[in-house]
Nanobody
Framework: QVQLVESGGGLVQPGGSLRLSCAAS????????MSWYRQAPGQQRELVAS???????SYADSVKGRFAISRDIAKNTVYLQMNSLKPEDTAVYYC???????????????WGQGTQVTVSS
C-alpha cells in the first residue's frame, strides 16, 4: 500500500520561499507520475506541478518561473521548491502518486494528507 507524507508547509511572508517534501512508501516514484496539487478555501483542487517516471516536468502557468518540482529517487521523495511566494499561493498542498497497473483499473491514485502553506505579512 502506497503512503505519501507531506511536510514543509508553514507561514511565510510574501516574496519568501518554502520547500515542500513528499515522502513515498510502498511504491517507487521512479515509475510513477508524481504531482503537487493545491486547494484554497472555497476553490477546487488544482494541479501545480508534475514529474513523470522519465523525468518530464510540467507546471501550471500561475507558478512557472517561481516553483520547481524535483525528486530524489534514492530517498523516494518528491520536492516542491516555492520561491517568490504570493498571498494567492495560500492553500493546502497535496502530493499525488499515479501508478500504471496494466490491468483494471488502469491506474491507481494515491494522495497525501496535505500540508498548509500560508503566505501573509
Amino acid at each position: 500500500q502506497v503512503q505519501l507524507v507531506e511536510s514543509g508547509g508553514g507561514l511565510v511572508q510574501p516574496g519568501g520561499s518554502l520547500r515542500l517534501s513528499c515522502a513515498a512508501s510502498g511504491g517507487s516514484i521512479s515509475i510513477a507520475i508524481m504531482s503537487w496539487y493545491r486547494q484554497a478555501p472555497g476553490q477546487q483542487r488544482e494541479l501545480v506541478a508534475s514529474i513523470t517516471g522519465d523525468g518530464s516536468i510540467s507546471y501550471a502557468d500561475s507558478v512557472k518561473g517561481r516553483f520547481a518540482i524535483s525528486r530524489d529517487i534514492a530517498k523516494n521523495t518528491v520536492y516542491l521548491q516555492m520561491n517568490s511566494l504570493k498571498p494567492e499561493d495560500t492553500a493546502v498542498y497535496y502530493c499525488k502518486e499515479v501508478l500504471k497497473t496494466y490491468a483494471w483499473p488502469p491506474t491507481l491514485d494515491y494522495w497525501g494528507q496535505g500540508t498548509q502553506v500560508t503566505v501573509s505579512s
